[in-house]
């Protein structure tokens, strides 16, 4: 089964491939805060160079804001890797008739308005053969991942990047660069067992990402606008405090810890349903169990979170680094790169990118 790695290339048409280079800039563009990788193939994984990250009060500034990361970093590339999210991405897994990869591609364009919002000359399309033989009937099925992002979303991300000066090389999708991340960690410590089933939970300011992995293919993707901000705003009524004040105590509550986790706990609990909701569909559809959940994100370190998602999913939550296996070169402040770790998954799934080259 080919891996997750693969099934990345949704949104290549628009964008520009370029020869091969010693370095990449993975650029991951939320909607709070950019953060930049600049890397290069280290062999066996990936090695950082350089990195930035900065804040933005709104889309507005993202573009001012890439130019002055570039400005004051002297990344040494302009090839950059991004990736998209949002309702204008649409991930939908299907069953179909068994047919060949290069047959599956033409076919899909005839199916592709059962699953998608939109109409097929809108958006670039791209698909994935997940199980090439699925069900008991007479006529052989298989399980498809359909991926489909609208081309304006494209032609905007495009814009952006080229007004910052940079040549973009692949745009991906966030929940997709998760499981990048995860498995690049996974290859360099041990492996990924290919059966094995696990959660990756990534909480971000304005959504949580959730990718559903089977060995290192992405079974389940979803995106839930449930995440910091909200915990952030909750925080804001109990303390009765301003947005940028509330942020302060979430992230560093030392003796008010327990009051800041009493004050996220029904924004936590929602969450956690709306986790719950997702594992109950992908184990109705898939007829597996997921194992284990991985957390990661800005917001996954907050008071109370891992021991309420434990209870919760009644399963084993972990906190995983995604520099964990990752070379950083002389020069960087490991100090300070080490406390953006948590937020910078998406990232080094993009970065991971450049051992496909």
């Known amino acids: ?49 350089n990195y930035a990250c900065t804040k933005i009060g709104n889309q507005n500034e ?47 364009r005839f199916e592709a308005d059962k699953y998608i919002p939109f109409e097929v000359d809108e958006v670039q399309m791209d ?80 959504k949580t990402n959730i990718n559903i992995l089977k060995g290192s293919i992405s079974y389940f993707t979803r995106e839930v606008y449930l995440a910091g901000n909200d915990f952030t705003e909750a925080v804001s009524r109990k303390f009765n405090l301003d947005t940028q004040e509330a942020e302060r105590l979430k992230c560093r509550p030392d003796d008010q810890a327990g009051e800041v986790e009493e004050a996220i706990l029904p924004t936590l609990d929602d969450l956690g349903n709306e986790i719950q909701l997702s594992f109950d569909y992908f184990e109705n559809q898939f007829d597996r169990v997921v194992e284990e959940v991985y957390i990661s994100g800005g917001s996954a370190q907050l008071p109370g979170l891992q021991r309420a998602f434990e209870g919760a999913f009644e399963k084993s939550v972990v906190f995983w680094n995604p520099l964990e296996t990752i070379e950083v070169k002389p020069g960087i402040d490991v100090k300070t790169l080490n406390q953006y770790a948590g937020q910078l998954a998406v990232a080094v799934g993009l970065a991971s990118r450049v051992r496909k080259w």
Request: a positive charge; aromatic letters at 4%.
């Open 62 to 108: 993202t573009i001012y804001a890439i130019k002055e990361i570039i400005r004051r970093s002297n990344f040494k590339t302009k090839r950059s890797v991004t990736s998209v999210s949002g309702r204008s991405v649409i991930v939908r897994y299907v069953t179909m008739a068994q047919m060949p990869e290069q047959d599956l591609r033409h076919a899909i």
């Open 1 to 49: 089964m080919p891996s997750i790695a693969r099934c990345r290339k949704a949104l290549r048409g628009r964008t520009t491939v370029f020869g091969r280079s010693k370095r990449i800039l993975a650029l991951d563009i939320g909607s709070s805060e950019i953060k930049a990788l600049e890397v290069a193939d280290s062999g066996g994984g990936i090695s950082i160079h």
């Open 127 to 206: 698909t994935q053969i997940l199980e090439d033989q699925v069900g008991d009937g007479s006529q052989p099925e298989m399980k498809v991942l359909l991926v489909a992002v609208r081309k304006n979303l494209i032609e905007e991300h495009l814009h952006l990047l080229q007004e910052a000066g940079l040549q973009s090389a692949i745009i991906d999708v966030d929940a997709f660069a998760l499981g990048n991340a995860f498995e690049l960690r996974a290859r360099q410590s041990g492996g990924l067992s290919p059966e094995k089933v696990v959660a990756l939970i990534d909480i971000g300011a304005n």
